[in-house]
């Protein structure tokens, strides 16, 4: 069985790109999250995410970031016009249900470096 | 947000059990208590959660106390491979999906 996937595993860009980074759940999982681990912190819950559906974004800085997760595909962080400050790894994570006491399955990460 | 306390490193041996604890002294009756691990440059994985019983599976076993102001992760054999960081975590209130790390337990098993 195929974990969480996510490209590309590592991404430069240099200040005033865009960067978008990709997540495919597991099979059979219907809930993604996007996690941001900034260096030497821990993870911090950006959005949550069904198809289709934002169902909470309140982690999600209130600009240049955005989230979907397409019918079709896989889902997609986007940030835009990216700064030094945005450089962490990013997470997804996916499950078979969005309440609590379930366990979330995440994928490697992307490490977003800003130059 | 209920916030949890952990000690920043411990040590164990291998082959030898090892007790990681966590305090969360302001917890909700209805937050349930999670717990993740993460080796370097990996996602984290899932190891454990619960609410008010003590839960086992085949990673571990957590052991929540009467008053739920604690819990205690036991790995009963710890091999080189447990050696991460543990996150212990509290479910935001109404968004039970939501997971915010702190900085965990550097767990560091020697051979």
């Known amino acids: 069985n195929a974990g969480v996937m996510q490209n590309p595993r590592h991404l430069v860009r240099r200040r005033g790109q865009e960067a978008r980074l990709r997540c495919s759940p597991m099979?059979?999982?219907?809930?993604v999250y996007w996690y941001r681990q900034l260096p030497e912190e821990g993870l911090k819950f950006m959005v949550y995410?069904?198809?289709?559906?934002?169902?909470?974004e309140s982690g999600m800085p209130k600009e240049r970031f955005s989230a979907e997760f397409p019918k079709e595909g896989p889902s997609i962080l986007r940030i835009q016009q990216v700064v030094r400050g945005d450089s962490a790894a990013y997470f997804c994570?996916?499950?078979?249900?969005?309440?609590?006491?379930?366990?979330?399955?995440f994928g490697p990460g992307t490490r977003l470096t800003v130059t | 947000d209920a916030k949890t306390t952990q000690p920043n490193s411990m040590e164990s041996n291998e082959e030898e059990p090892v007790h990681l604890p966590c305090n969360h002294s302001?917890?909700?009756?209805?937050?349930?208590i999670h717990w993740y691990r993460q080796l370097p440059s990996q996602g984290p994985e899932y190891v454990i959660h619960?609410?008010?019983s003590n839960v086992n599976n085949r990673m571990a076993s957590l052991a929540i106390a009467e008053d739920r102001k604690s819990s205690t992760l036991i790995l009963h054999r710890a091999t080189l491979r447990d050696a991460a960081v543990y996150y212990c975590?509290?479910?935001?209130?109404?968004?039970?999906?939501?997971?915010?790390f702190g900085k965990g337990t550097s767990l560091l098993v020697t051979p």
């Open positions: 619960g609410l008010t």
């Open positions: 994570a996916s499950s078979q249900t969005g309440t609590s006491g379930y366990e979330q399955y």
């Open positions: 975590i509290l479910s935001l209130p109404n968004s039970g999906y939501a997971l915010n």
């Open positions: 099979k059979g999982h219907s809930h």
């Open positions: 302001t917890i909700s009756g209805t937050d349930y």
């Open positions: 995410l069904q198809k289709e559906n934002i169902i909470d």
